[in-house]
């Protein structure tokens, strides 16, 4: 086997090389990109260098029956169409040359692997800052690697040498839309009367529950109430009811089933009910089977998950499988305005296939509140203002 270095101003330059020198066989092993020449810094120059293979196991003819006799006589043959004893010596040599060339394969290839997998930079520009743009996003592993397995390909397919930042981004930006976009998004459609909101303590449950209702109220024009069976916090049942009285909305408080139940009669005639729900109950398998004799959690709920944008994304699936009790419609996400990093809002989606209902960016009620869609979560972490 063979194996090559070469450096050419692109790949296709380097390709070109390669099949000259190497063959149609020839296989690619590596490439990166590399920075030639120049003074101190200065009139550098950025190649590609790619390390190709080619095998090239020579044929060794075995020797017949009479030349065997000949050689154990002690009397080789010359003849040219024949294998000397000279040329089946040079031939053993050429195979130990041979299984060390594999051996150094095999370690260049190790260590080939080693190295993309702890720092995953190989790409070429402007590969590689799509890679550090979501790398720094916090965009998942598995699909920051689909994302740039899919770029790469596109690369190639291009009858162009190099692609240039904008295409790639709009490149990448139709892999995420992509990626996302046969899952439900949007708001509340008033389809179904009763929308239970829950979450753990400290995501703004209560503060979304009340933008929500105030945008039903205000924009959307509905018949809108308020139960909460979150009890445990005091301070959120005082901040429900004052949101509930500036809105001049009613709102239930329910301490037990039979509380709910009650609540449920009394806004029968409403258009929209939104429920705010301890985050604990619904980790008790017997308060989530006494709540489905009171409630069709098929034909009359929609549950909405609320979730932290400054959570860490592990903490974000550990909560979503704290709610498995339930089936989980869509997720909100709450706190954009907290942190600057919104890869886990595509990683959560893309892995778990639930879409967002809504997304929150500050403590205005009812502003700063918008409706989850593919195209607001891919902007969001491309740095794309609402205009663009």
């Known amino acids: 086997m063979k194996v090559k270095k070469y450096i050419a101003e692109s790949m296709p330059e380097a390709m070109k090389k390669i099949r000259e020198e190497l063959g149609q066989d020839a296989v690619i092993l590596n490439s990166r990109e590399i920075v030639t020449g120049g003074f101190l810094g200065f009139f550098t120059k950025k190649n590609i260098e790619v390390i190709a293979a080619v095998d090239r196991t020579p044929t060794i003819k075995r020797p017949t029956p009479k030349q ?105 930006k139709d892999y995420m839309l992509a990626a996302i976009q046969d899952i439900p998004m949007g708001g509340i459609s008033f389809q179904k009367r009763f929308v239970n909101i829950v979450g753990p303590t400290g995501v703004g449950k209560t503060t979304t529950i009340a933008k929500i209702a105030a945008h039903s109220v205000l924009k959307k024009h509905k018949k809108v109430a308020l139960i909460t069976t979150d009890t445990y916090r005091i301070a959120a ?34 258009d929209l009910v939104l429920v705010d729900s301890a985050g604990r109950n619904f980790r008790n398998p017997l308060y989530v089977e006494e709540l489905h004799k009171v409630i069709d959690f098929t034909d009359e709920v929609e549950t909405y998950l609320v979730l932290a944008l400054t959570s860490k994304y592990r903490d974000m699936e550990d909560i979503f499988k704290q709610f498995s009790l339930i ?8 706190k954009m305005d907290e942190t600057s990093f919104y890869g886990t809002m595509l990683t959560f989606v893309e892995k778990n296939r639930v879409g967002v209902a809504y997304i929150t960016n500050g403590q205005n009620v009812p502003d700063d509140i918008m409706e989850g869609s593919p195209k607001e979560l891919v902007n969001s972490i491309l740095g794309v203002k609402k205009n663009e």
């Open 68 to 172: 065997q006799n000949v050689m154990s006589e002690g009397r080789p043959e010359k003849t040219g169409g024949l294998h000397s004893e000279k040329q089946l010596t040079a031939s053993g040599h050429d195979q130990g040359k041979l299984m060390k060339e594999i051996e150094q394969l095999k370690t260049l290839m190790s260590s080939i692997t080693n190295k993309q997998t702890e720092t995953e930079r190989e790409y070429p520009d402007p590969f590689q800052s799509i890679y550090d743009l979501l790398e720094d996003q916090e965009i998942g592993k598995s699909l920051r690697l689909k994302a740039m397995k899919y770029l790469l390909k596109k690369w190639y397919e291009q009858e162009t040498d190099r692609p240039d930042k904008e295409e790639v981004h709009q490149w990448l």
């Open 237 to 270: 049942v005082e901040q429900l009811k004052t949101y509930a009285k500036i809105l001049n909305i009613p709102l239930e408080v329910a301490y037990s089933i039979d509380d709910f139940k009650k609540a449920k009669e009394q806004f029968a005639n409403y």
């Open 327 to 334: 089936h989980i419609d869509k997720v909100i996400f709450t």
